[in-house]
């Protein structure tokens, strides 16, 4: 198949996601015959619209320097006479309240919600230090900053829990209308709708943040993609080490290239979008007579591959030809979408695009962020 003129190609998402969530927190703080007690208890729910900034500030604790520092200017002293002496047992030194922001601040970042959690390792606690001071993975943890002066040490104990609920849809409509060099008009029509619903009580929970990879996937089986439980070993930033990836549902494959041409799938810079982070941008660049399509007009076309990888990372290669795969699209709308597995987040869909089989049929093509 080889497409020479095309009309009306429009592409269109739409995206709705509801979020709500539940949170208890209770701090008990002390230092000396000083303390502190706080206790919340939240519920709230929001749309799409408003889920990164209502989710960034609702889900954090609310313990703030300043709030430690006005608790402990109101509390009452034992008497009058040690009342000077036992604030100063409370005032903690700097090394001290980052040890506490660290902790407060991480215990809040449940389920991958990690975006600002990297400039925490700035503060004089490391990431080592800090997994000593949450001993064990139960739902309380303590820290004991080192005592000065004589003074009996500071000590606190911090529970976090949250109920959370999640409801989220994606569709996608493409059409428009194709000639080919033999004379056929395709009508092109595709409507694609993906959506899932979660819910989940979740304990203390810590996990650094992921990277994600961009590789492009064909669904030939019909539906959109998918991705399991089950697991592959694969290098797929090419740096030399295998990377643990959840594996494609059964109907999808990723878009590949041999171009060593020794008959498998080494690394991710056989695939397009894994190294560069946009497949739809790399797959352009052999558009050799920019019809927007990668057809049999194109040189590329004859050695992509459709690559459907087992758990070792090696799998069998499909030509496009073989498969009934006559063009691929490179226009495509961006529109975000979980993919999860057993509760567990195992990527995102970025963007959307089709394609066609030589006897007319369409379907999908999708850039995905694989969790790493």
């Known amino acids: ?14 995206h709705s996601k509801v979020f709500g969530r539940e949170v208890s927190e209770t701090l008990d703080f002390s230092s000396g015959n000083q303390r502190i007690q706080y206790q919340r208890h939240e519920r709230e729910t929001f749309a799409s619209a408003e889920l ?5 500030s609702f889900g954090e604790p609310k313990i703030s320097r300043q709030a430690l520092e006005r608790y402990a200017d109101s509390l009452p002293a034992a008497s009058a006479s040690t009342e000077e002496e036992n604030l100063l047992d409370f005032d903690l030194d700097e090394a001290e309240l980052g040890n506490l922001r660290l902790l407060l601040a991480a215990l809040a970042r449940l389920n991958g919600e990690f975006e600002r959690f990297a400039g925490m390792y700035e503060s004089a606690v490391s990431s080592h230090q800090l997994g000593a001071s949450l001993g064990s993975a139960g739902s309380t943890a303590a820290v004991a900053p080192a005592a000065r002066g004589g003074a009996p040490g500071a000590s606190l104990s911090y529970d976090y829990h949250v109920t959370q609920w999640q409801e989220e849809q994606l569709k996608f409509s493409g059409s428009g209308q194709v000639t080919t060099a033999d004379g056929r008009t395709i009508d092109m029509s595709l409507e694609l709708q993906m959506q899932h619903s979660q819910y989940s009580h979740e304990s203390v929970s810590i996990r650094a943040g992921a990277r994600l990879q961009d590789p492009l996937v064909i669904n030939y089986g019909g539906n959109a993609v998918g991705l399991t439980s089950q697991t592959m ?21 990723y878009l590949a290239l041999d171009k060593n041409g020794n008959g498998k799938i080494d690394d991710g810079r056989e695939l397009f979008g894994a190294i560069t982070g946009n497949g739809f941008t790399e797959l352009a660049g052999h558009d050799d007579d920019g019809n927007g399509f990668i057809d049999s007009g194109d040189a590329v076309f004859e050695s992509l591959k459709l690559w459907i990888p087992d758990q070792n990372g090696q799998g069998r290669l499909i030509g496009l030809k073989e498969a009934g795969i006559g063009a691929l699209a490179l ?12 509760g567990e987040l ?6 959307t695009g089709l394609f ?4 007319g049929r369409v379907g999908s093509m999708q850039q995905i962020d694989l969790v790493m």
């Open 356 to 359: 066609l089989f030589e006897d």
């Open 331 to 342: 226009k495509h709308a961006e529109g975000g979408f979980d993919l999860i597995a057993n």
């Open 52 to 56: 990164r900034e209502a989710s960034v």
């Open 233 to 253: 070993q694969f290098d797929l930033d090419a740096d030399g080490r295998k990377d643990t990836l959840a594996m494609l549902a059964n109907g999808s494959a």
């Open 1 to 14: 198949m080889h497409i020479v003129a095309s009309d009306g190609l429009q592409f269109r998402t739409e």
């Open 346 to 351: 195992q990527g995102q869909v970025r963007s």
